[in-house]
């Protein structure tokens, strides 16, 4: 059986910030990773990666930030006014918010405050990076139709 629409997946993996060489996340040591591909529960390039793979398939894929969280957009750094956080206590750079919107829920990171403004960037934390992934294909199974109208594994 090989990746493709409406199965679930189950991989093993590794993904490095390409510029520093930092470890963002792995499975190494804890349970793998499952999924159901097709339904854009993974980055984009990711799951590109894995279709037609087959169980026991390794490999090493670098995903571009327009097939990751996308490329970071100063459009997406605003300064707020410190009344929008009423009933907030303390607002530190580095604390997260959710904002909502008309678009539905964005999330905020802090990344300055002084006495009127909050500066918050709504950009993935990933955004603009470079993502080299270390992939193992532990196990592939068909979707429930329950798991494909739902979008997700069960």
Do not use: C, W
């Not at 799951?47 to 490999?59: H, I, M, Q, R, W």
Request: aromatic share 4%; net charge negative.
């Amino acid at each position: 059986m090989t990746i493709a629409q409406h199965k679930v997946v189950t991989i093993h993996y590794k993904v490095v910030d390409v510029d520093s060489g930092e470890t963002i996340d792995s499975s190494e040591g804890g349970e793998p990773m499952t999924y159901l591909h097709g339904a854009q529960n993974i980055i984009p390039g990711l799951e590109n990666a894995l279709e037609g793979k087959s169980v026991g398939d390794e490999f090493e894929v670098t995903v571009e930030p327009a097939d990751a969280y996308g490329e970071h957009s100063d459009d997406r750094i605003q300064q707020v006014p410190m009344e929008a956080f009423e009933g907030v206590e303390s607002i530190e750079p580095g604390m997260a918010f959710t904002a909502q919107t008309e678009e539905g829920p964005v999330n905020l990171i802090v990344t300055e405050v002084d006495e009127a403004t909050v500066t918050v960037d709504a950009n993935h934390p990933l955004a603009g990076k470079s993502l080299a992934f270390s992939v193992k294909v532990e196990a592939i199974r068909d979707a429930s139709d329950e798991e494909k109208a739902h979008g997700h594994v069960h």
